[in-house]
Nanobody, 125 residues
Framework: QVQLVESGGGTVQAGGSLRLSCAAS????????VAWFRQVPGKEREFVAV???????AYADSVKGQFTISRDTDKKTVYLQMNGLKPEDTAVYYC???????????????????WGQGTQVTVSS
């Protein structure tokens, strides 16, 4: 079992930055693929970024060049550095983890076994 706890959300003005953290407790994070998703009330959950067990990364087109995902294996934590934030980035951000996910399923939240509780990010204009 892996428990995930997100932190780092808050309110920031447009153009500002935030760094989200996803800390794992329980078993090691080694070998897990970890992704960030976000959701706005009334809309579908949206893939944001993913980091594979081998540290390969992928991003949604909407955040490429703006967000950076990274991991600290020793701290069992995955980060999402968000720069140049826009009002449309406002959402609840969730991290998700899975050990056996295949490449074709990386962007599908339903394929992840473990989820955090979410952290609110609000970007004011």
């Amino acid at each position: 079992q892996v428990q995930l706890v997100e932190s780092g959300g808050g309110t920031v003005q447009a153009g500002g930055s935030l760094r989200l953290s996803c800390a794992a407790s329980g078993r090691t994070f080694n070998g897990y693929t970890v992704a960030w998703f976000r959701q706005v009330p009334g809309k579908e959950r949206e893939f944001v970024a993913v980091i594979r067990w081998n540290s390969n990364t992928a991003y949604a087109d909407s955040v490429k060049g703006q967000f950076t995902i990274s991991r600290d294996t020793d701290k069992k934590t995955v980060y999402l550095q968000m720069n140049g934030l826009k009002p449309e980035d406002t959402a609840v951000y969730y991290c998700a983890a899975d050990r056996g996910i295949i490449s074709s399923s990386l962007y599908n939240g339903a394929q992840y076994d473990y989820w955090g509780q979410g952290t609110q990010v609000t970007v004011s204009s």
